[in-house]
């Protein structure tokens, strides 16, 4: 039972992040598009794909509409933690890499015990029955 409320907040909280970004990636436009020109992005291209992205990836994730597009989900905010922390470490930007960080120990609490919480299995996270 714990495992199921350790997915259910790590998710969650995680989703947080996500749609918390998105909401400020349209609500306040020159502070995002200051603090990625600070990371030598060009914003025009980047931010509204991102803004997408931001609002797809939990909503894969939460609604879990089929088991693959989830695992897929789960692997791009992964690679995007990763890529927006490296990004703010590149730059010297410690703070600007803790929510990355924070990120990332949230979508791996919340991948490893998905299985422990939902009805269909994904094949690449721990399997709920052997621990049962």
């Known amino acids: 039972m714990s495992m199921t409320y350790t997915y ?4 969650v909280l995680l989703s ?3 749609l918390s970004s998105a909401a400020l990636y349209l609500t306040r436009r020159e502070f995002v598009a200051k603090a990625q020109a600070d990371l030598g992005y060009h914003v025009a291209h980047l931010v509204p794909f991102m ?6 990836g939990p ?3 939460l609604t879990r509409v089929g088991v693959p ?9 992964f ?3 990763i890529l927006s922390g490296l990004a703010h ?9 803790m929510p990355a960080a924070i990120g990332l120990i949230l979508v791996a609490t919340s991948f490893a015990t998905q299985n422990y919480a939902r009805d269909l299995p994904s094949s690449y996270a721990l399997q709920a029955t052997a621990h049962q």
């Open 69 to 77: 597009l989830s695992d897929l989900a789960y692997a791009g905010i």
């Open 89 to 97: 470490l590149g730059v010297r930007s410690i703070k600007g890499a």
């Open 16 to 18: 947080a992040l996500y």
């Open 59 to 61: 909503l894969a994730i």
């Open 8 to 11: 259910w907040i790590s998710t």
């Open 79 to 81: 690679y995007h933690l």
């Open 51 to 56: 803004i997408i992205v931001k609002i797809l």
